[in-house]
């Protein structure tokens, strides 16, 4: 029987060369000469620190700038709040990795709503869809390409 998975995965590694980009250039740029400015990455949590929001929003922007070129979709970095604490500002961006239980159960329920002939199962951090033919498993992707999810989905593993 075919099937495929639906993921949302991101390259960390490629988020890594981006933040170390982006740091080399924070260091280069002239507005930025003996500011506090800059970045780092934790895992899957990138924190920006900054003299002010301005220069917070400028390390945001040209962070952003690295990761659409090496393939990063955005929607997959979650902000968190901005914290004041005396002259410096932070802000932690948390990169999501995997399909959380709600949003695998509303890809699920699309699924069942567009009448597809096709079975589809929560499997940890990613959704299995099965059925009885290709056409079915296409028509499905293009469904949950449709579906207004926060997350970026990618679809693999497909057998046939």
């Given at each position: ?45 990138i924190v920006i620190t900054a003299d002010s929001d301005f220069q ?61 002939k096709v079975q589809a199962s929560i499997q940890g951090d990613k ?32 057998r046939d």
């Amino acid at each position: 029987m075919p099937s495929f998975d639906t993921v949302s995965e991101v390259d960390l590694h490629e988020i890594a060369n981006a933040v170390d980009q982006t740091s080399r250039e924070v260091g280069n740029r002239y507005d930025f000469k003996g500011s506090s400015a800059g970045l780092e990455q934790h895992d899957d949590q990138i924190v920006i620190t900054a003299d002010s929001d301005f220069q917070l929003d400028q390390v945001k922007s040209i962070l952003y700038v690295k990761l659409s070129k090496r393939g990063i979709d955005l929607g997959s970095l979650e902000q968190g709040k901005v914290e004041t604490s005396g002259k410096h500002v932070r802000q932690s961006l948390q990169v999501q990795q995997g399909i959380s239980q709600d949003i695998a159960r509303t890809l699920i329920k699309h699924l069942k709503e567009s009448k597809i002939k096709v079975q589809a199962s929560i499997q940890g951090d990613k959704v299995r869809v099965s059925g009885k033919n290709r056409d079915d498993l296409q028509n499905a992707i293009a469904t949950l390409k449709s579906a207004s999810v926060d997350l970026p989905l990618q679809f693999n593993n497909f057998r046939d």
